[in-house]
């Protein structure tokens, strides 16, 4: 975002007069604008990718790793 979408932008998050709901409304149709959902699910995604790679490669039995591999699988399938 730039130009005057992002002092538009600035000031939705800085202006203490604008209405919250307004403001909420505002921010939510610039990020989907700007398809930061997306956006993000890719970099979770890829992040993901390159700690399972280092996971793998940890000199650690598998039952050992056994519990962190269930917690970030649960973490990867949640919902927001």
């Known amino acids: 975002i730039s130009g005057e979408d992002r002092i538009r932008l600035e000031g939705l998050y800085t202006d203490p007069s ?3 709901e307004v403001k909420i409304k505002e921010v939510l149709r610039y990020f ?3 398809e930061v959902k997306r956006l993000t699910e890719e970099k979770i995604a890829e992040y993901y990718s390159l700690a399972r790679k280092s996971f793998v490669a940890l000199g650690v039995t598998d039952e050992k790793k056994a519990p962190l591999r269930i917690y970030t699988e649960k973490m990867m399938g949640r919902s927001f």
């Open 18 to 20: 604008i209405d919250p």
């Open 32 to 34: 989907e604008e700007a």
